[in-house]
């Protein structure tokens, strides 16, 4: 039984540019939320998907958005990309009954 | 939202056990208390889950006192792949409902010396 996958592992993005990330949810789980981390920091809570739709947001500017598709994966879209949105970027997926499963996140490099 | 406090590091040696503590004062009665651990460009991977007492799996144990104040993590006889960092999560469920009510602190980090 697959995980929490997560595309792609790493990428390199100029200052300006917009990336698009994509997440596919363990088997089961109809809930995908995003995560930023910095260096040294604890995760931080930007999104979750539910139902293709955007149940919750942190504290993120609309620059970050996201899309969940029928099948439970997702994308986070990030618009005019700044250095100080390089990070690793998680995916998380759960379920009524199931805590978070996290992916092993895409590291984005932004110069 | 619960405010969390656990130590920023931690030493221990292999074969020792444990105990992570984590202080949230303000924990709501639906609220409940999640640890999750993480290593270096991994993601955190939980490994364990309670509300009230005592809940033990392969992994660890969690202790929670009656008035739910703090808990426990209780990692035995550590060994050196479980140098990581930490994380204690409290916040409703919520039919599954993972989101804004789950906030990730600095988390600890444990580093385990031969």
């Known amino acids: 039984d697959a995980g929490v996958t997560q595309s792609p592992t790493h990428l390199i993005k100029t200052r300006g540019q917009q990336v698009t990330l994509r997440c596919s949810p363990k088997s089961g789980h109809d809930t995908v939320s995003w995560y930023q981390q910095a260096l040294g920091q604890g995760p931080q809570f930007i999104f979750q998907y539910y139902e293709e739709e955007e149940r919750q947001r942190g504290n993120f500017p609309d620059r970050f958005s996201g899309h969940q598709f029928p099948n439970y994966s997702s994308e986070l879209n990030v618009n005019a990309l700044l250095l100080g949105d390089s990070a690793l970027y998680l995916c998380?997926?759960?379920?009524?009954?199931?805590?978070?499963?996290f992916g092993n996140g895409t590291r984005l490099t932004v110069t | 939202l619960a405010k969390i406090t656990q130590p920023i590091s931690m030493d221990s040696y292999e074969g020792q056990e444990v105990n992570i503590t984590c202080s949230h004062n303000?924990?709501?009665?639906?609220?409940?208390i999640t640890w999750y651990q993480q290593f270096p460009s991994q993601g955190p991977r939980f490994i364990i889950q309670g509300y009230k007492t005592k809940v033990t799996n392969e992994v660890a144990s969690l202790f929670i006192p009656a008035d739910r104040k703090s808990s426990t993590l209780s990692l035995p006889r550590v060994s050196l792949s479980d140098t990581a960092v930490y994380y204690c999560l409290v916040g409703d469920l919520g039919d599954g409902n993972y989101g804004q009510n789950f906030v990730f602190g600095p988390g600890t980090r444990l580093s385990v010396l031969p």
């Open positions: 998380a997926s759960s379920s009524r009954d199931s805590p978070l499963h």
């Open positions: 303000n924990i709501a009665t639906n609220d409940y």
